[in-house]
């Protein structure tokens, strides 16, 4: 391997530890605790796991969490009560609704119907345009992250070439307007693209978020370029033996094979312990960020776009 490692890990807890120090200044000085409520709509196990370790890590952080689970069969008028409760509540200056909803549930209608203000995952409407206008806006946490990390590596981004891979609307297209809003020359390639091991090859940055399993191999990697990693993917791993129910053990990989990349790479994410860590800390992060817009203070510098 050639490549310096990003270790999500340990950065995430850099920027956990500057969310908590800003906390506490923030009940010191002005005797405030930002808040931030989650809201789970059913149960789906992968979703408890995040909604859990969401909250952990909002109390570890010295905040105030809200968490409101949901039966599966919840009408959208209680929902979109429950959250025009939250949007009224001052102790609360985030809300996050874990998605995906069920089936009977418009998810348009219930992000779009949470204060654009204290929208920290940064998917309503007026925070894509703010974003998308270069304005002020609530960033979505994982483009967020991934955008920490190569400022962090690189200082400037500015006239690098960059490739995302990916136009989905909660990594692919905000990342794309993030690089572009630190002045990359950004292309965004999806199942469509032409030639992409050729347009991945020009790219000073590979952001790859396409969600299949090891995809981008090293051949297409320009030498020295740096590659973020999106991706988790879950596959078999017989080598790890068998589980107690006879199934064949799983292991994560990303959306780039890591050590052909590795081996090419000036940088590169692993996965898991790179982008996947970044994302809660974002979301702590924005939280902070909204509370101290909400009460007219200076924002905690490094922990916004
Ligand atoms: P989506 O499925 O919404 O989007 C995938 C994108 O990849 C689409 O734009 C699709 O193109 C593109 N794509 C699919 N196949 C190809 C291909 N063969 N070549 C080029 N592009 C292709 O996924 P998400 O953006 O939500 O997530 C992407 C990955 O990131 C997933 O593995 C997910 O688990 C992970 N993820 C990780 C997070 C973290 O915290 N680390 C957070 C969020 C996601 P098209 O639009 O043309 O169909």
């Known amino acids: 391997m050639t490549a ?13 530890a500057q969310v908590a120090e800003h906390v506490t200044r923030l009940k010191a000085d002005h ?17 408890q796991v995040y909604v859990r370790s969401k909250g952990k890590q909002t ?35 985030g809300i996050l609704v874990q998605l995906p909803l069920p089936k009977h549930l418009n998810e348009d209608l219930v992000i779009n119907s949470i204060d654009p203000a204290k929208d920290v995952d940064g998917f309503h409407i007026s925070n894509v345009g703010l974003l998308g206008t ?8 994982t483009p967020l992250g991934c955008l920490m990390m190569l400022r962090d590596f690189h200082g400037s981004l500015s006239g690098l070439d960059a490739v995302v891979i990916g136009r989905s609307n909660i990594v692919g297209k905000p990342m794309a307007q993030l690089l572009l809003g630190d002045s990359c020359t950004v292309t965004i390639a999806h199942s469509r693209t032409r030639d992409l091991p050729e347009v991945v090859r020009r790219a000073d940055i590979v952001v790859a978020a396409v969600g299949r399993p090891e995809m981008v191999p090293g051949d297409w990697i320009k030498p020295g370029a740096t590659v973020i990693d999106v991706g988790i993917n879950r596959i078999d791993a017989p080598e790890k033996g068998v589980k107690e129910d006879g199934s064949v053990k799983t292991r994560l990989v990303g959306d780039c094979h890591f050590d052909s990349c590795a081996a090419v790479a000036g940088a590169i994410t692993p ?3 790179g982008v996947g860590p970044m994302t809660i800390a974002c979301l702590l992060a924005n939280t902070v960020t909204a509370c101290c817009r909400a009460h007219g203070l200076a924002e905690p510098e490094g922990l916004t776009a």
């Open 4 to 16: 310096q490692l990003i270790d999500g890990k340990a950065f995430s807890a850099r920027i956990r």
């Open 31 to 47: 005797d405030l605790t930002p808040g931030l409520a989650v809201v789970l709509v059913g149960e789906d196990p992968a979703s």
């Open 59 to 93: 109390v570890e952080a010295g905040m105030a969490s809200f968490e409101h689970k949901l039966e599966a069969d919840t009408s959208e008028a209680d929902l979109l009560a429950l959250i025009d409760r939250l949007n009224a509540d001052p102790e609360v200056h």
């Open 134 to 141: 270069g304005q002020k806006s609530m960033v979505p946490c």
């Open 271 to 273: 996965v898991p312990g």
